[in-house]
Protein backbone atom coordinates (compact mmCIF):
# COMPACT_ATOMS: atom_id res chain seq x y z
CA UNK A 1 0.00 0.00 0.00
CA UNK A 2 1.21 3.64 -0.58
CA UNK A 3 2.63 5.78 1.82
CA UNK A 4 1.11 9.23 1.45
CA UNK A 5 1.86 10.58 4.92
CA UNK A 6 4.63 12.70 3.37
CA UNK A 7 1.54 14.57 1.08
CA UNK A 8 -0.10 16.89 4.34
CA UNK A 9 -3.15 17.50 2.23
CA UNK A 10 -4.36 13.90 3.18
CA UNK A 11 -4.11 14.57 7.13
CA UNK A 12 -7.41 16.42 6.33
CA UNK A 13 -8.55 14.49 3.41
CA UNK A 14 -7.49 10.94 3.98
CA UNK A 15 -6.95 8.12 1.26
CA UNK A 16 -9.44 5.51 1.47
CA UNK A 17 -7.33 3.92 -1.20
CA UNK A 18 -3.80 6.02 -1.12
CA UNK A 19 -2.85 3.28 -4.25
CA UNK A 20 -4.94 5.40 -6.65
CA UNK A 21 -4.92 8.95 -8.06
CA UNK A 22 -6.34 11.38 -5.25
CA UNK A 23 -8.21 13.85 -7.19
CA UNK A 24 -8.97 17.58 -5.07
CA UNK A 25 -11.51 19.00 -7.15
CA UNK A 26 -14.50 20.95 -7.60
CA UNK A 27 -17.18 20.88 -10.43
CA UNK A 28 -15.93 23.73 -12.27
CA UNK A 29 -14.85 24.34 -15.74
CA UNK A 30 -11.39 24.13 -14.44
CA UNK A 31 -12.31 21.17 -12.19
CA UNK A 32 -13.63 18.84 -14.76
CA UNK A 33 -11.36 18.56 -17.20
CA UNK A 34 -9.08 16.58 -14.77
CA UNK A 35 -12.00 14.52 -13.72
CA UNK A 36 -13.11 14.12 -17.43
CA UNK A 37 -9.58 12.96 -18.40
CA UNK A 38 -9.65 10.48 -15.64
CA UNK A 39 -12.69 8.87 -16.99
CA UNK A 40 -11.57 8.80 -20.43
CA UNK A 41 -8.82 7.30 -19.82
CA UNK A 42 -9.94 4.71 -17.63
CA UNK A 43 -7.72 6.01 -14.79
CA UNK A 44 -9.16 4.74 -10.93
CA UNK A 45 -9.23 7.50 -8.38
CA UNK A 46 -10.62 9.01 -5.38
CA UNK A 47 -12.17 12.44 -5.39
CA UNK A 48 -12.10 15.04 -2.80
CA UNK A 49 -14.28 17.43 -2.92
CA UNK A 50 -12.97 20.99 -2.12
CA UNK A 51 -15.41 23.26 -0.79
CA UNK A 52 -15.51 27.19 -2.17
CA UNK A 53 -17.74 27.94 0.59
CA UNK A 54 -15.48 27.25 4.03
CA UNK A 55 -12.68 28.26 1.59
CA UNK A 56 -11.27 24.77 1.93
CA UNK A 57 -8.98 25.57 -1.08
CA UNK A 58 -6.99 28.36 0.84
CA UNK A 59 -6.88 26.20 3.97
CA UNK A 60 -2.74 24.82 4.95
CA UNK A 61 -3.49 21.24 3.75
CA UNK A 62 -4.42 21.99 0.38
CA UNK A 63 -2.23 24.87 -0.08
CA UNK A 64 0.65 22.28 0.93
CA UNK A 65 -0.08 20.77 -2.45
CA UNK A 66 -1.05 23.89 -4.18
CA UNK A 67 0.42 26.62 -3.15
CA UNK A 68 -1.65 29.11 -5.48
CA UNK A 69 -4.51 28.01 -3.65
CA UNK A 70 -6.83 26.63 -6.67
CA UNK A 71 -8.47 23.22 -7.69
CA UNK A 72 -8.05 21.02 -9.53
CA UNK A 73 -4.52 19.05 -7.61
CA UNK A 74 -4.14 15.30 -7.42
CA UNK A 75 -1.47 13.44 -6.03
CA UNK A 76 -0.72 10.15 -7.73
CA UNK A 77 1.12 7.20 -5.90
CA UNK A 78 2.14 5.94 -8.82
CA UNK A 79 3.75 8.50 -10.82
CA UNK A 80 5.16 7.54 -14.33
CA UNK A 81 6.94 9.82 -16.89
CA UNK A 82 7.78 8.72 -20.46
CA UNK A 83 11.61 7.72 -19.87
CA UNK A 84 12.10 10.16 -22.95
CA UNK A 85 11.22 13.09 -21.21
CA UNK A 86 12.84 12.54 -18.61
CA UNK A 87 14.87 9.15 -18.35
CA UNK A 88 15.57 9.82 -14.13
CA UNK A 89 11.30 10.63 -13.24
CA UNK A 90 9.65 9.61 -10.45
CA UNK A 91 9.27 6.03 -11.24
CA UNK A 92 6.65 5.09 -9.54
CA UNK A 93 7.46 6.91 -6.89
CA UNK A 94 4.02 9.29 -5.45
CA UNK A 95 4.35 12.62 -7.34
CA UNK A 96 1.32 15.49 -6.75
CA UNK A 97 0.79 18.21 -9.31
CA UNK A 98 -1.24 21.24 -9.43
CA UNK A 99 -2.52 23.69 -12.44
CA UNK A 100 -5.27 21.75 -14.78
CA UNK A 101 -3.37 22.01 -17.96
CA UNK A 102 0.09 20.13 -16.51
CA UNK A 103 -2.02 17.75 -14.76
CA UNK A 104 -3.82 16.99 -18.56
CA UNK A 105 -0.34 16.52 -19.74
CA UNK A 106 1.09 14.86 -17.54
CA UNK A 107 -2.09 11.75 -17.68
CA UNK A 108 -1.71 12.32 -21.66
CA UNK A 109 2.12 11.40 -21.17
CA UNK A 110 1.68 8.84 -18.33
CA UNK A 111 -0.99 6.89 -20.29
CA UNK A 112 -0.08 7.47 -24.10
CA UNK A 113 -3.48 8.48 -24.75
CA UNK A 114 -5.06 11.58 -25.99
CA UNK A 115 -2.43 13.17 -27.11
CA UNK A 116 -0.32 12.37 -30.38
CA UNK A 117 2.31 10.31 -30.77
CA UNK A 118 4.01 12.44 -33.75
CA UNK A 119 6.18 15.27 -31.84
CA UNK A 120 4.82 17.74 -34.50
CA UNK A 121 0.86 17.20 -33.59
CA UNK A 122 2.29 16.52 -29.97
CA UNK A 123 3.03 20.32 -29.55
CA UNK A 124 0.47 21.50 -31.99
CA UNK A 125 -1.91 20.16 -29.62
CA UNK A 126 0.00 21.50 -26.35
CA UNK A 127 -0.55 24.98 -27.95
CA UNK A 128 -4.17 24.70 -27.79
CA UNK A 129 -3.99 23.72 -24.35
CA UNK A 130 -2.25 26.23 -23.52
CA UNK A 131 -4.63 28.53 -25.51
CA UNK A 132 -7.19 27.74 -23.04
CA UNK A 133 -5.11 27.89 -19.94
CA UNK A 134 -3.91 31.37 -21.14
CA UNK A 135 -7.00 32.97 -23.15
CA UNK A 136 -10.26 31.23 -22.73
CA UNK A 137 -10.39 30.36 -19.01
CA UNK A 138 -9.13 33.27 -17.94
CA UNK A 139 -11.07 35.78 -20.18
CA UNK A 140 -14.51 33.55 -20.05
CA UNK A 141 -13.97 33.39 -16.10
CA UNK A 142 -13.43 37.18 -15.82
CA UNK A 143 -16.59 37.71 -18.20
CA UNK A 144 -18.25 35.31 -15.74
CA UNK A 145 -17.51 37.35 -13.03
CA UNK A 146 -18.46 40.60 -13.81
CA UNK A 147 -21.76 39.39 -15.35
CA UNK A 148 -23.18 37.27 -13.24
CA UNK A 149 -21.41 37.98 -9.58
CA UNK A 150 -20.09 41.36 -9.87
CA UNK A 151 -23.18 42.90 -11.42
CA UNK A 152 -24.16 44.75 -9.04
CA UNK A 153 -20.62 46.30 -8.32
CA UNK A 154 -20.57 47.66 -12.03
CA UNK A 155 -24.14 48.36 -12.80
CA UNK A 156 -22.99 52.12 -13.12
CA UNK A 157 -19.69 50.79 -15.19
CA UNK A 158 -20.30 48.60 -18.36
CA UNK A 159 -16.60 48.88 -19.17
CA UNK A 160 -15.58 45.46 -17.31
CA UNK A 161 -18.69 43.22 -18.92
CA UNK A 162 -18.35 45.11 -22.34
CA UNK A 163 -14.16 43.97 -22.65
CA UNK A 164 -14.40 40.75 -21.27
CA UNK A 165 -17.06 39.73 -23.60
CA UNK A 166 -15.78 40.91 -26.36
CA UNK A 167 -12.29 39.38 -25.65
CA UNK A 168 -14.82 35.92 -25.56
CA UNK A 169 -16.16 36.17 -28.38
CA UNK A 170 -13.06 37.20 -30.21
CA UNK A 171 -11.76 33.45 -28.73
CA UNK A 172 -14.53 31.92 -29.88
CA UNK A 173 -13.98 33.19 -32.93
CA UNK A 174 -10.63 31.91 -33.25
CA UNK A 175 -12.13 28.72 -32.17
CA UNK A 176 -14.66 28.71 -34.68
CA UNK A 177 -12.03 29.27 -37.35
CA UNK A 178 -10.08 26.17 -36.19
CA UNK A 179 -12.56 24.30 -36.43
CA UNK A 180 -13.44 24.29 -40.23
CA UNK A 181 -13.70 21.12 -41.66
CA UNK A 182 -12.49 19.67 -38.36
CA UNK A 183 -14.58 17.55 -35.49
CA UNK A 184 -11.90 18.49 -32.93
CA UNK A 185 -9.30 20.75 -32.61
CA UNK A 186 -6.77 18.32 -33.58
CA UNK A 187 -8.79 17.22 -36.75
CA UNK A 188 -10.27 13.42 -36.35
CA UNK A 189 -8.30 12.87 -33.19
CA UNK A 190 -10.09 13.81 -29.54
CA UNK A 191 -7.45 15.35 -27.19
CA UNK A 192 -6.35 17.30 -23.95
CA UNK A 193 -7.00 20.06 -25.81
CA UNK A 194 -10.97 19.80 -26.08
CA UNK A 195 -10.90 18.71 -22.90
CA UNK A 196 -9.18 21.56 -21.37
CA UNK A 197 -11.32 23.42 -23.58
CA UNK A 198 -14.91 22.98 -24.37
CA UNK A 199 -15.94 22.63 -20.88
CA UNK A 200 -15.38 26.95 -20.56
CA UNK A 201 -17.54 26.93 -23.20
CA UNK A 202 -20.56 25.17 -21.61
CA UNK A 203 -20.04 26.80 -18.53
CA UNK A 204 -20.20 30.20 -19.60
CA UNK A 205 -23.62 28.97 -21.44
CA UNK A 206 -24.94 26.75 -18.57
CA UNK A 207 -23.46 28.49 -15.27
CA UNK A 208 -22.57 32.03 -16.27
CA UNK A 209 -26.11 32.25 -18.26
CA UNK A 210 -23.83 34.22 -20.74
CA UNK A 211 -24.63 32.34 -24.02
CA UNK A 212 -26.97 35.03 -25.64
CA UNK A 213 -24.80 38.23 -24.29
CA UNK A 214 -21.83 36.24 -25.99
CA UNK A 215 -23.58 35.42 -29.13
CA UNK A 216 -23.11 31.87 -29.03
CA UNK A 217 -25.52 31.60 -32.18
CA UNK A 218 -22.94 32.66 -34.34
CA UNK A 219 -20.61 30.46 -33.38
CA UNK A 220 -21.86 27.20 -35.00
CA UNK A 221 -19.00 24.86 -35.28
CA UNK A 222 -17.85 25.62 -31.44
CA UNK A 223 -21.65 24.86 -30.31
CA UNK A 224 -21.40 21.52 -32.23
CA UNK A 225 -17.78 21.14 -31.00
CA UNK A 226 -19.20 21.48 -27.31
CA UNK A 227 -22.33 19.13 -27.87
CA UNK A 228 -20.26 16.73 -29.34
CA UNK A 229 -17.82 17.04 -26.03
CA UNK A 230 -20.59 16.61 -23.58
CA UNK A 231 -21.87 13.82 -25.47
CA UNK A 232 -19.34 11.79 -24.54
CA UNK A 233 -19.78 9.30 -21.48
CA UNK A 234 -16.89 9.98 -19.56
CA UNK A 235 -17.78 13.94 -20.05
CA UNK A 236 -21.65 13.29 -18.47
CA UNK A 237 -19.83 11.62 -15.72
CA UNK A 238 -16.84 13.80 -15.44
CA UNK A 239 -18.86 17.24 -15.26
CA UNK A 240 -20.77 15.75 -11.80
CA UNK A 241 -17.34 15.22 -9.97
CA UNK A 242 -16.81 15.58 -7.14
CA UNK A 243 -20.13 15.17 -6.62
CA UNK A 244 -21.95 16.47 -3.14
CA UNK A 245 -22.25 13.50 0.31
Same mark, same amino acid.
Given at each position: ????? /??? *?? /? ?7 ? =? ?13 ? /? %? ?8 ? &? ?6 ? +? ?18 ? %? ?5 ? *???? %? ?8 ? =? ?6 ? =?? =?????? +???? *? ?8 ? +?? /? ?59 ? &? ?5 ? *? ?15 ? &? ?21 ? +? ?10
Amino acid at each position: MADLS /SFP *IT /SRWPAKNPD =IIQLYSLPTPNGVKV /S %IALEELGLTY &EAHRISFD +TNEQKSPEFVSLNPNGRIPA %IIDPNGR *IPAI %IDPNGPDGKP =IGLFESGA =IL =IYLAEK +TGKL *IPADAARRYE +TL /SWVMFQMGGVGPMFGQFGHFFKFAADKVANNPYPVQRYRDEAKRLLGVLEARLEGRQWLMG &EEYTIAD *IATYPWVEGARKFYGGA &EVLDYKSFPKVMAWVDRGLARPA +TQKGMEIPRKE
